[in-house]
């Protein structure tokens, strides 16, 4: 009899058996271990990754702001091609919104209040004017909330090489004004009023401390006296978005923009201010000095002649 017929024969099978079932307990044993080893480190794992999960939402969540900061692949990718697009360089692009990311979470995470507005199209303000070239160091910001976005944008420009000079105008009301919209607190918590801002601006350092603040109207004629003595390289229009007010404000940017100066058009596109496409469409339709250069996230860019 060969060595396998003797071992599968039935003596041999009845005699092997005790062994079978010893390693086969073993074996069980074994594979329950494994099993509760296993067990343990996915709680491990689900332990951390909830605290991780925590952390980021303190940093980057809502909670003291309205609105997330966290970032997905895809607008973010769209971001870069509509940057790229307009300011001619996808490697310049992606640079300047990483940069301008950064930003936005360090000024929010050190400042007083937020910046309004979400967060693409954030960065891609921040990240396009100073691509686009102003032709002066200029800058005049109609509506600045808690003044942290004129506090980036010093930066961006900082970081080329620019000096800039800051002009604000703003009611400072308090709270942030809208027509049509209930007038309720921020969602930071945070008034809006100048020393707020000056607070903030504080963080831009030099150029940010020598901004100059006009609390008022952009409609107030008065208030534009006081900022019309010169010619601005960047004019952000963020103030009142009915279409009436964003009218105005851009009629009043074709006389103080400097040649080849940027006009930014916040919320163009966005459903929640039909006012403010409208206004610049039937803007555009008219005699005027501006040439449309394209759209970043929710802003509209525009360049005097």
Excluded at 12 to 21: I, K, Q, S, T
Excluded at 225 to 233: E, F, I, K, L, N
Excluded at 258 to 270: E, N, R, S, T
């Amino acid at each position: 009899m060969n060595s396998h017929a003797l071992l599968t024969s039935s003596p041999a099978r009845r005699l092997l058996r005790p062994v079978a079932d010893l390693v086969d307990r073993r074996i069980e044993r074994r594979l329950r271990a494994v099993e509760a080893a296993g067990r343990e480190r996915l709680r491990e794992i689900a332990g951390t990754v909830e605290r991780q999960q925590l952390t980021l939402d303190l940093l980057l969540g809502p909670a003291g702001r309205g609105l997330s900061r966290v970032v997905s692949p895809g607008p973010l990718g769209r971001l870069h091609a509509e940057v790229a697009e307009l300011a001619g360089g996808r490697d310049a692009a992606v640079r300047n919104v990483a940069t301008a990311y950064r930003l936005l979470v360090g000024l929010e995470s050190l400042g007083a209040g937020r910046i309004a507005g979400g967060t693409m199209n954030i960065c891609g303000k921040l990240g396009t004017i100073p691509l686009l070239d102003p032709p002066n160091d200029e800058v005049l910001e109609i509506g600045t909330l808690h003044g942290m976005f004129c506090a980036g944008l010093i930066r961006m420009l900082e970081r080329d090489g620019r000096e800039p000079s800051v002009t604000i105008v703003d009611p400072f009301a308090g709270i942030q004004l809208q027509p049509g919209t209930p007038r309720r607190s921020d969602p930071s918590g945070t008034p809006v009023d100048v020393r707020t801002v000056r607070t903030n601006l504080a963080l831009a350092g030099p150029a940010g401390l020598a901004a100059r603040i006009e609390r008022g109207f952009s409609q107030d004629p008065a208030v534009r006296a006081a900022v019309s003595d010169r010619r601005y390289g960047v004019i952000v229009v963020d103030g009142d978005h009915s279409a009436e007010g964003v009218a105005g404000d851009l009629r009043w940017a074709e006389e103080i923009a400097a040649p080849g100066g940027i006009v930014v058009l916040d919320d163009f596109g966005d459903p929640k201010w039909p006012g403010v496409a409208e206004a610049l469409e039937a803007h555009l339709a008219g005699a005027t000095r501006f040439t449309y250069l394209g759209k970043a996230a929710l802003s509209a860019f525009l360049r005097a002649d």
